[in-house]
């Protein structure tokens, strides 16, 4: 692992947390450890981004969550991808794939004279 974590680009959070969603409800910290383990841990999300990050997803109807009972036996907030979000997801993906090979060919391009 790098010494230095990776800064995110703006928005790619939020793209992480709905990728996290597909498969089953997680609470917040189980996002967190998907994001952490997905990237070999090359990303470390701290909880002052996480959960604001939560909440705007929430406001903007692309998860909703309930409250439940975590693996440790404890209460918490599990957040679950809605059919909008979904949809969002598909956006968010097909946008950052574009940007990313925008900025791989500018990588790969010669060097100016």
Known sequence: M????????RGTLDLLILRALTRQPLHGYGVMRWIEESTGEALQIEE????????????????????GVS??????????LTAKGRTQLKTE???F?????????????????
């Open 48 to 67: 002052g981004s996480l959960y604001p990050a939560l909440y705007r997803l929430e406001d903007r109807a692309w998860v909703e969550s309930d409250w």
């Open 97 to 113: 794939t574009r940007f990313a090979r925008a900025v791989f060919q500018a990588l790969e391009a010669p060097e100016p004279a």
């Open 71 to 80: 693996e440790n036996n404890r209460r918490a907030r599990f957040y679950k």
């Open 93 to 95: 993906v097909r946008e």
């Open 2 to 9: 790098p010494a230095r974590t990776l800064e995110l680009l």
